[in-house]
């Protein structure tokens, strides 16, 4: 008897200006031990010698490469490279970051074990410097493998809406999923809050405790730059992802994780000098904080003062 054929992973691998990184990248995804693995490479309009780079590390192998001919930003990359993949599970990956060999296989075996809900598989994540150096792990561990701090799982909306905990480095996620959000949503300058949101509230989220990716801080990237000035794109769309959390909350515990959320993204606005960002959040604050009279006045004074 035949053994039962294996799903389909498709692999997204976005890059933008990650020359320094596109070899040593690509090769964590060539020495995956699990196939079937579908790779559909985009590369979003760099300005450098990426493009060459992927074209050379992919000779001889059968990978589609995407080449846009102007700048769409990751949300829109990645949903003109999904059209092309046919996998069951997706990872969708930065190309200067990388993953183990493993990674596939185990976050796969876990969902074929899990129940149709189960939409999301994360992991733990080594966080490294600009040259590879280890800095420290997404969850800190006790040893080699178990976190020290409690990892939310299951149905984590109200966690995904009041911190960040997740790596996207770590995730894998049903095709299911991604298709039932009709893809990113392109109006956002990033992904990832939207992502956790939107699809937290209809599929659960399992935490898989084993480090089997590597995440690159590099100074020019979205994540190293975000809470910086001159980013009053990136500070809007969290806004934008706040509105559609506020909808989408059910009990109060949800909505004390917005307050908390919406608290901290204000100070972050007021900090920058983004005031008409935090006028609206104060907007919302006024509807779902039963302290917003406590603290609008010192807010705005600070916001005052910093014009």
Known sequence: MDAPQKPLVSIIAISYNHAPFIREALESVFGQTYAPIEIIIADDHSTDNSLQLIEEACTGREITIISNTNNRGNCKTFNDAFK???????????LDDRMYP???AKQVALFERGEPS?????T???IID???TFLYNQYPRFHHRLASVSVPEGDVFKDVLSR???NPVGMMFRREVIEHLNGYDESLAYEDFDFWIRSS?????????EILSSKRLVPHSLSFNFYKKNKEHLFASTLTVCKKAWWLCKNEVELKALVHRCRYELKQCIQYGYTGISKEYLEILKETDRYYFLYNGIVRCRMWFIR
Do not use: H, Q
């Open 84 to 94: 092309s993949a046919k996998g069951s599970y997706i990872i969708d990956f930065a």
């Open 102 to 104: 493993d990674r596939v």
């Open 118 to 122: 189960m939409g999301v598989v994360f």
């Open 124 to 126: 733990n994540t080594d």
């Open 130 to 132: 600009e040259v590879g």
């Open 164 to 166: 960040y905990y997740i």
């Open 201 to 209: 509230r209809i599929f659960t989220y399992t935490y898989l405790p």
